[in-house]
């Protein structure tokens, strides 16, 4: 299982969340996130497109942990921005 | 049939051209055939592989000043606009002094706003910003109300990378030259797009990258007016862009190297110069006027599908080929990744602009960005995904 610290994750070009985690999820690997109240929404968000399932979510100090897993690809949801 | 040129476009709708092109099976075969034919150190040996690196060389320089006409030794390559900019300012340092002011713009990408942020500290002189309109428009008469008496330089985009609003140049270069400053002009985002004539626009220093404009990366220009480039002394000291170095009374004493080699220090990127000057020649064959054109009629389909679907588009009048949006509750990130798995290739954030997406309250943006290569059909394909990603 990979630890991705996203504790001080922000908006820019490469410390985004979406642009972390995404070469993580392209390589499919069990993950232990870290993330704040901030971005745990759109982490789960990027987690559930790109395969994931989250199979435990701890609040700890001031941030959350999320474990995740991939998915089997039957389960993969398709979802998609609410307009 | 431009798109047959460029083998990466077959499966991929690619529209982040703001921040890079795609390259011509041309330009890939240009810089082959260099490694494979000609390949030596330039300005060294004096056997004939050597001669014809050199050639090649110069010739480049010669071809990118036609292009911008400009004389070949004003024609400086760097490694892109970036370097190109932090040049200019370091050339312009001796100008400013305690109690002068710099004017830029708050539209300015980083690289144009932080090496002159810097020597305004450096030098005890002010940083004075010219603000947009509400539509993100640089508000050009805004600028020339900063620029007074002790302006000793403008640096301007011709271009933006988030509204793709193209400057008045000319308008600010007028006042500009009332006192005496320097102008510099950023051409990241307009050489690549529109036909350039240097002493036409009136401006000092001119910097833009190859890699933009269907050249390779590594390979960039700073062109700046022979009298700048004679005064200023060299940033990096070494091979090539010296004369002579003498050792006289116990004492180093160099004697630079003519214009423009005094600024390309050590072993310069040869194939990079080689596939930029092919890219100049195949821009020059499709027609630098058809361009900006082909990329607004593009662009504003673009934007106004957007403005149908809900979204923000940032910018307004004389738009280039950038299209930036957005929308409450969209990570622009998250919709990029995902239209990115649906081979739309676009870019999120603040594409290197974040002082003015601050000011246009905007928390990140996504950018299509168009180029000659791109089509109607490349529009529809954007829809399409975009359509399958937000419902």
Avoid at chain 2, 154 to 161: D, F, L, P
């Amino acid at each position: 299982m990979i630890e991705v610290d996203l504790r001080r994750a922000g908006s820019g070009c490469m410390d985004n969340p979406v642009a972390v985690l995404s070469a993580y999820i392209e390589r499919k690997l069990p993950l232990k996130i870290l993330v704040t109240e901030e971005y745990r929404p759109l982490v789960k968000e990027i987690l559930e497109i790109g395969g994931y399932t989250i199979e435990r979510e701890e609040k700890a100090r001031g941030y959350y942990i999320l474990l995740a897993q991939v998915k089997t690809s039957s389960t993969v949801a398709k979802g998609a921005f609410p307009l | 049939m431009v798109k047959e040129d460029f083998p990466i476009l077959q499966d991929i709708v690619y529209l982040d051209n703001a921040a890079t092109t795609q390259k011509p099976l041309q330009v890939i075969e240009a810089i082959r055939n260099y490694y494979l034919l000609h390949n030596a150190n330039i300005h060294r040996g004096v056997y004939p592989l050597a001669r014809k690196s050199t050639d090649l060389y110069e010739e480049a320089h010669r071809v990118v000043a036609g292009f911008i006409g400009a004389r070949a030794e004003e024609v400086v390559f760097v490694r892109n606009t970036t370097e190109g900019l932090n040049l200019a300012s370091h050339l312009l340092e001796p100008l400013v002094r305690a109690g002068d002011n710099i004017v830029v713009t708050i539209s300015e990408h980083h690289s144009n706003l932080l090496p002159w942020w810097r020597l305004a500290r450096r030098r005890g002189a002010r940083l004075r910003i010219g603000m947009v309109r509400e539509d993100g428009s640089i508000d050009e008469e805004d600028v020339i109300s900063k620029i007074d008496e002790s302006t000793r330089i403008v640096a301007v985009q011709h271009a933006s990378n988030v509204t793709g609003y193209i400057t008045d140049v000319r308008k600010i270069v007028k006042q500009a030259k009332k006192v005496g400053a320097v102008v510099v002009l950023d051409g990241a985002q307009s050489v690549p797009h529109v036909p350039i004539d240097v002493n036409g626009l009136g401006v000092d220093i001119l910097a833009f990258s190859g890699h933009k404009m269907l050249g390779p990366m590594g390979i960039g220009v700073l062109w700046a007016r022979k009298e700048i480039l004679e005064e200023a002394e060299p940033f990096l000291l070494g091979g090539d862009m010296i004369k002579e170095v003498h050792y006289t009374n116990g004492e180093i004493v160099p004697l630079w190297n003519e214009l423009p080699w005094k600024f390309e220090a050590g072993t310069p990127n040869v194939a990079g110069a080689v596939g930029l000057m092919e890219a100049i020649r195949y821009l020059e064959r499709f027609g630098m006027e058809k361009i900006l054109p082909h990329e607004k009629k593009l662009a504003t389909a673009t934007a106004e599908g957007l403005e149908d679907m809900g979204f923000n588009v940032i910018g307004g009048e004389r738009r280039g080929g950038v299209v930036a949006f957005w929308k409450e509750d969209i990570d622009p990130h998250l919709l990029a990744y995902r239209l990115g798995q649906k081979k739309v290739c676009v870019r999120s954030g603040y594409h290197c602009a974040q002082p003015l997406h601050e000011v246009l309250e905007v928390r990140g943006s996504i950018r299509a960005s168009f180029y000659l290569y791109n089509d109607e059909d490349d529009v529809e394909r954007f829809f399409e995904a975009l359509r399958e990603v937000v419902r």
